[in-house]
């Protein structure tokens, strides 16, 4: 079936490791998008990229890094730098008309 | 710039009672407007959206919504609600070609017996 993977589901990293997200599409979408979620605070964009060797800054890029080096695959970094990393992480690829989302990554910072 | 407010952070109602979540939205360009529904622990799952054309706009599960343009709103409406439409609901815009969409903060739908 086509859709979006995410993985880890669940995870947990000591305070000042790095960790990254996995996300996969194989909907043959060119856009993906990364999305932070916090109880009460909605969804609010980290990166995006609109087509491969390419992507942008969202309104809350400040600790996070990103590469797009295949279509399919969309990676985040979370870095030692951001300081509230705890939260719910959405990936989402751009079809027609709409955004498709992933089930999601929850960080736990311990 | 563009920004969503949903005005009701939490709605409860009783098992087949109507139901509408209000959004409210800014932009400066023409917008396209989106509900997306959140089961706990779950991704996003579109329920409708606003392109452009006919006003009233509707989804899956029962679920419509209505563009109005001069009240700035796209409030989301089910005439007779069910136990398992009990989740989270979110209003977003987006106002250009790269689809940024802009979240409202939510609204958690919880439907009693």
């Known amino acids: 079936d086509g859709g979006i993977t995410q993985s880890p589901k669940y995870l947990f990293r000591k305070e000042g490791q790095n960790v990254t997200l996995s996300c996969e599409q194989n909907?043959?979408?060119?856009?993906m998008y990364w999305y932070r979620q916090d109880p009460g605070q909605g969804l609010r964009l980290i990166y995006y990229?609109?087509?491969?060797?390419?992507?942008q800054k969202g309104d809350i890029a400040e600790g996070y890094s990103v590469s797009r080096e295949k279509k399919e695959s969309f990676p985040l970094t979370v870095t030692s730098a951001q300081k509230n990393p705890t939260a719910f992480y959405l990936c989402a690829s751009r079809g027609p008309g709409e955004l498709f989302f992933g089930e999601g990554s929850r960080l736990t910072v311990l | 710039a563009q920004s969503v407010t949903q005005l009701d952070s939490q709605v409860p109602v009783f098992e087949e009672a109507p139901v509408e979540l209000r959004c409210n939205y800014s932009s400066s360009v023409s917008v396209y407007l989106f509900w997306y529904v959140q089961y706990p622990n779950q991704g996003l799952q579109l329920l409708l959206k606003?392109?452009?054309?006919?006003?009233l706009v509707k989804g899956i599960n029962g679920f419509e919504a209505e563009f109005n343009k001069s009240q700035t709103s796209f409030h989301l409406r089910k005439p007779s609600v069910h136990i398992s439409d009990t989740a989270e609901y979110f209003c977003?815009?987006?106002?250009?070609?790269?689809?940024?969409?802009?979240f409202g903060k939510g609204t958690l739908l919880t439907v009693n017996p």
């Open positions: 990229s609109q087509i491969v060797n390419d992507f």
């Open positions: 606003y392109l452009s054309g006919s006003t």
């Open positions: 909907l043959n979408h060119d856009a």
């Open positions: 977003a815009v987006s106002g250009g070609s790269n689809y940024k969409l802009t």
